[in-house]
């Protein structure tokens, strides 16, 4: 049976729709993760150190910054509070310019940053598997997104 050209015109609409929605899950995804990950990847010439946390909030985790090379020392540095960050441990970290916000740096630090991109990949994967039937890309999409959440897991 040959399709009618509106027939033809809805399928292609309603591709051209989960396009866009993948588009901006990964586009959001990426801007999300590069919030953090930029002071990790252009790390060349900011203030490196490490932290002690002495404290813990609701949102974030305060310590002391002990520096390494030419960066300044500060009594009292914060860090954004997650599973990666405990009371009592002592995590390399890289200062966000013009503040007193630090990153983990490391391989940890780097996995960590990278997070949201890992969800926004695996919610296009479904996207991309039962919408736009795409079946390997989805695969391969879901896969390159679970890889990276259990490599953070097992990194930190």
């Known amino acids: 049976m040959k399709r009618s ?8 609409g309603r591709n051209a729709a989960l396009g866009c929605v993948v588009l901006l899950l990964l586009v959001a995804g990426v801007l999300s993760s590069w919030a953090s990950a930029q002071h ?7 203030e490196h150190g490490s932290i002690t946390v002495t404290g813990c909030g609701a949102d974030v985790c305060t310590g002391p910054f002990a520096p ?4 300044t020392a500060r009594s009292r540095v914060t860090i954004a509070r997650s599973v990666a960050v405990k009371k009592g441990g002592t995590y390399p970290v890289v200062v966000k310019p013009g503040t007193d916000e630090v990153v983990r ?3 940890p630090g780097f996995l960590h940053s ?3 991109l890992g969800g926004a990949l695996l919610l296009a994967a479904l996207i991309i598997g039962g919408g736009l039937r795409l079946t390997r890309t989805a695969w391969g999409t879901g896969i390159a997104g679970a890889a990276l959440l259990v490599a953070t897991f097992i990194a930190l």
């Open 5 to 12: 050209t509106s027939h033809r015109a809805l399928h292609y």
């Open 40 to 46: 990790i990847v252009l790390a060349k010439g900011r």
């Open 68 to 71: 390494t090379g030419q960066a």
């Open 105 to 107: 740096t490391g391989l």
């Open 114 to 116: 990278w997070v949201p």
